[in-house]
């Protein structure tokens, strides 16, 4: 078994839906679901650019993912880890580049608000995404959208903010 599925299951532990614990490991026992995990990146199909974990920002836009590189990178490398929560639908998404999972942050406001950014040491409600039909939050039940009308820096920001699925929407996922 490969090194991070073992660490998947470690995280486990730390996946909170609801307020309550779903599975629980000690010592060598295996969570109470088994995730499924590979690597791979994500490709917003509206601009046909890989989505990149921006590794020099700083402050509330360290991490921040965005669709903006031409091909996959150390930055674009991601980790894919389906099942979380018991669903097969649900998944996490971690960054190969820095080991953080990817949130939704929910607390922010404005233009940032739900902006997804690989900051995080475990799996909860900001970090679980349903892909059964393109990507959502499953805190918000936002589709995760390529923000290509913004300018700059923030330029393909990802954000978990729309409630229908449109061509920012849509995103390609596979391996290297």
């Known amino acids: 078994m490969k090194l991070r599925q073992r660490l ?3 995280v486990a532990i730390s996946v909170l839906m609801g307020g309550s614990v779903v599975g629980v490991v000690a010592g060598t ?3 109470a679901y ?5 690597d791979g990146w994500l490709r ?20 921040m993912l965005r ?16 099942g979380v929560g018991g669903n097969d639908a649900n998944l996490a998404i971690r960054s190969n580049r820095n080991g953080k999972w990817v949130s939704a942050e929910l607390g922010y ?7 997804l950014r690989a900051r995080a040491s475990s799996i909860g409600p900001w970090e679980t995404f349903n892909g059964a039909y393109g990507l959502r939050n499953t805190k918000n039940w936002k589709y995760v959208s390529a923000e290509l009308g913004y300018g700059g820096g923030l330029k393909g920001m990802l954000r978990a903010r729309s ?3 449109g061509p ?8 290297p």
């Open 109 to 115: 406001g404005g233009g940032r608000y739900a902006m």
């Open 168 to 175: 920012w929407e849509h995103f390609t996922n596979c391996c």
């Open 163 to 165: 409630s229908s699925y």
């Open 34 to 38: 088994a995730l499924s995990c590979y």
């Open 8 to 10: 998947a299951y470690v």
């Open 44 to 63: 917003s199909t509206a601009n046909g650019k890989y989505v990149s974990v921006e590794m020099t920002y700083t402050g509330v836009d360290k991490y």
């Open 67 to 82: 669709a903006r590189a031409s091909s996959p990178g150390s930055w674009e490398q991601l980790e894919f880890c389906w």
């Open 29 to 31: 026992a295996k969570p």
